[in-house]
C-alpha cells in the first residue's frame, strides 16, 4: 500500500502540479489525522489491507464513520473528493476494474456565503501596522496586496521579486495549477510595497547563507526574521493578531480579504468576468457567489437609507417629531 501510495503522490506532484498544500490535504484525508481516521487506517481495521480491494460498501462505511464523529459536510465532501481523485489514479493504472466510487456521492452542502469586511473594517485594518517599524511596513504591503489584487495566500507567501512590476501595478501571479495570470493593485498597494521593497526588507535581519538558500539571497518578496520566505501560517497569524487590534470581532483569515476583494470590487460596479478573471478562476459560477453578498449588501444599503423601506415605528417617530 505504502509504495502504491507513493506513486499517487508523485503523480499528483508530476502530471497535475498540485500545490503542496493541496497534497497535505490529501494525505490527510487518505491517511488520516490524529483525531480523524483516514480512508487507510479504516480499512486495515476492517481487515481490508490495501485499497484496491475495497468496495462502495465499504466507502459508505468509512463516510457513516465520518458522520458519527461530527466531521463536518464541508470536510466529508473534500474528503470525497480526494478519495474518488485516487480511486480515479487505480483506474487509470489498470491496478482496479471496478471502481468503488462510481455510485458514492458527496454530502449536499448547505450554500454559505464568504464572510468579508466592511470599507470600515479594512481601513482601520490597514492602518494598524506602525509604518516605521521594518516588519510593519512589511505587514502593511501585504495587507494592502491581499486587498488590492484578490491574491491567495499561496500566492502571497509563493510570490518573487520579479513577479512585480511596480511602474504598471501588475503582478505576474502562479496560480491553481500553475496556471499563470496577471493581477493589478492600486496606488496604495504599490507605495506600500515600493517602501518595504527598497527601505525595510533589506533591514530585516540579515539572510543567512545555506544550502537551503543555494548560497543566494531568497527572491521572496515577504521575508521572515531569519530571512527566509514568510509561510502562510505566518501570514495568517499576523493577519489574526492586527485583526484584533483593529478592534475587529471576528476571526479575520487571508481568504476573507480574497472574499472583501471581490465583494468591494462587485459592489463598484466592476464586471462579473474581469473580477473572474482576476481572481483566477476557471469557472465563471464560482465567481458568482460573489453576486449574491453585493445584493445582500444593497438590500441592506436599502432597507437602511430609503424612507418608505423603514419599519413603521421609525417612521411614526419621525413624524412625531
Same mark, same amino acid.
Given at each position: 500500500?505504502?509504495? !502504491?501510495?507513493?506513486?499517487?503522490?508523485?503523480? !499528483?506532484?508530476?502530471?497535475?502540479?498540485? +500545490?503542496?498544500?493541496?497534497?497535505?490535504?490529501?494525505?490527510?484525508?487518505?491517511?488520516?489525522?490524529?483525531?480523524?481516521?483516514?480512508?487507510?487506517?479504516?480499512?486495515?481495521?476492517?481487515?481490508?489491507?490495501?485499497?484496491?480491494?475495497?468496495?462502495?460498501?465499504?466507502?459508505?462505511? /468509512?463516510?457513516?464513520?465520518?458522520?458519527?464523529?461530527?466531521?463536518?459536510?464541508?470536510?466529508?465532501?473534500?474528503?470525497?473528493?480526494?478519495?474518488?481523485?485516487?480511486?480515479? /489514479?487505480?483506474?487509470?493504472?489498470?491496478?482496479?476494474?471496478?471502481?468503488?466510487?462510481?455510485?458514492?456521492?458527496?454530502?449536499?452542502?448547505?450554500?454559505?456565503?464568504?464572510?468579508? !469586511?466592511?470599507?470600515?473594517?479594512?481601513?482601520?485594518? !490597514?492602518?494598524?501596522?506602525?509604518?516605521?517599524?521594518?516588519?510593519?511596513?512589511?505587514?502593511?504591503?501585504?495587507?494592502?496586496?491581499?486587498?488590492?489584487?484578490?491574491?491567495?495566500?499561496?500566492?502571497?507567501? +509563493?510570490?518573487?521579486?520579479?513577479?512585480?512590476?511596480?511602474?504598471?501595478?501588475?503582478?505576474?501571479?502562479?496560480?491553481?495549477? +500553475?496556471?499563470?495570470?496577471?493581477?493589478?493593485?492600486?496606488?496604495?498597494?504599490?507605495?506600500?510595497?515600493?517602501?518595504?521593497? /527598497?527601505?525595510?526588507?533589506?533591514?530585516?535581519?540579515?539572510?543567512?547563507?545555506?544550502?537551503?538558500?543555494?548560497?543566494?539571497?531568497?527572491?521572496?518578496?515577504?521575508?521572515?526574521?531569519?530571512?527566509?520566505?514568510?509561510?502562510?501560517?505566518?501570514?495568517?497569524?499576523?493577519?489574526?493578531?492586527?485583526?484584533?487590534?483593529?478592534?475587529?470581532?471576528?476571526?479575520?483569515?487571508?481568504?476573507?480579504?480574497?472574499?472583501?476583494?471581490?465583494?468591494?470590487?462587485?459592489?463598484?460596479?466592476?464586471?462579473?468576468?474581469?473580477?473572474?478573471?482576476?481572481?483566477?478562476?476557471?469557472?465563471?459560477?464560482?465567481?458568482?457567489?460573489?453576486?449574491?453578498?453585493?445584493?445582500?449588501?444593497?438590500?441592506?444599503?436599502?432597507?437602511?437609507?430609503?424612507?418608505?423601506?423603514?419599519?413603521?415605528?421609525?417612521?411614526?417617530?419621525?413624524?412625531?417629531?
Amino acid at each position: 500500500m505504502q509504495n !502504491l501510495f507513493q506513486r499517487y503522490i508523485a503523480y !499528483l506532484e508530476a502530471e497535475r502540479n498540485f +500545490s503542496p498544500y493541496t497534497i497535505r490535504n490529501y494525505v490527510t484525508d487518505l491517511k488520516g489525522s490524529k483525531n480523524i481516521q483516514g480512508l487507510f487506517p479504516f480499512l486495515q481495521e476492517k481487515g481490508i489491507g490495501s485499497p484496491e480491494k475495497a468496495d462502495r460498501f465499504d466507502i459508505r462505511d /468509512y463516510l457513516a464513520y465520518l458522520a458519527e464523529q461530527k466531521v463536518v459536510k464541508a470536510s466529508i465532501a473534500r474528503k470525497v473528493s480526494s478519495i474518488r481523485s485516487f480511486y480515479k /489514479y487505480l483506474e487509470r493504472e489498470g491496478i482496479i476494474t471496478t471502481n468503488p466510487m462510481q455510485y458514492v456521492s458527496s454530502p449536499k452542502l448547505d450554500r454559505r456565503l464568504p464572510s468579508f !469586511l466592511t470599507n470600515t473594517e479594512i481601513i482601520r485594518l !490597514l492602518n494598524v501596522p506602525d509604518a516605521e517599524d521594518p516588519y510593519g511596513r512589511r505587514d502593511r504591503a501585504f495587507l494592502e496586496l491581499l486587498y488590492a489584487s484578490g491574491l491567495r495566500v499561496s500566492e502571497l507567501a +509563493s510570490l518573487k521579486l520579479d513577479q512585480i512590476n511596480l511602474e504598471t501595478r501588475e503582478i505576474r501571479v502562479i496560480g491553481k495549477g +500553475s496556471k499563470e495570470r496577471v493581477v493589478l493593485m492600486g496606488e496604495p498597494a504599490a507605495k506600500a510595497l515600493q517602501v518595504y521593497i /527598497y527601505e525595510a526588507r533589506d533591514l530585516i535581519p540579515k539572510i543567512r547563507l545555506t544550502s537551503r538558500t543555494n548560497k543566494k539571497k531568497t527572491k521572496a518578496v515577504f521575508i521572515n526574521h531569519e530571512g527566509f520566505p514568510l509561510t502562510e501560517r505566518s501570514v495568517q497569524e499576523i493577519l489574526q493578531k492586527y485583526a484584533d487590534k483593529a478592534g475587529i470581532g471576528k476571526k479575520v483569515h487571508p481568504h476573507m480579504l480574497r472574499h472583501t476583494f471581490a465583494t468591494h470590487m462587485l459592489d463598484g460596479g466592476a464586471d462579473l468576468r474581469v473580477v473572474q478573471e482576476l481572481l483566477g478562476h476557471a469557472d465563471l459560477s464560482t465567481t458568482q457567489i460573489y453576486t449574491h453578498i453585493s445584493k445582500s449588501q444593497a438590500k441592506k444599503v436599502y432597507l437602511s437609507a430609503h424612507p418608505m423601506a423603514r419599519e413603521t415605528d421609525d417612521m411614526d417617530k419621525g413624524e412625531d417629531e
